[in-house]
């Protein structure tokens, strides 16, 4: 696996047909692209653009990805298992 990283233009907007071209290598190189995970920053993107990346990967890969939920939470919160069921 290897996180593939969402790419921005200079103008601060996502470059989808980076994204899209990133996660195209990492599938032709034999290696499942891993989207919407913390070295992605998914804490940082829109629900409608982590929906987008989902769909992107999906699109290019035939469904052979995988992808991270992230859950804000602070030190010594409980374990958010409804919260995770959501974010997955």
């Given at each position: 696996m290897s996180a593939v990283l969402v790419p921005y233009t200079a103008d601060g907007?996502?470059?989808?047909?980076?994204?899209e071209a990133h996660v195209a290598r990492?599938?032709?190189?034999?290696?499942?692209p891993a989207v919407n995970m913390d070295t992605g920053y998914v804490q940082?993107?829109?629900e409608?653009?982590?929906?987008?990346?989902l769909d992107l990967a999906?699109?290019?890969?035939?469904?052979?990805?995988?992808a991270?939920?992230?859950v804000a939470d602070a030190s010594g919160?409980?374990?958010?298992?409804?919260?995770?069921a959501r974010a997955a």
């Open positions: 907007a996502i470059d989808w047909g980076a994204v990492t599938h032709a190189a034999g290696l499942t940082l993107l829109a409608s653009e982590k929906d987008r990346v999906a699109a290019v890969t035939g469904g052979a990805f995988v991270g939920a992230y919160a409980p374990f958010g298992l409804d919260e995770y």
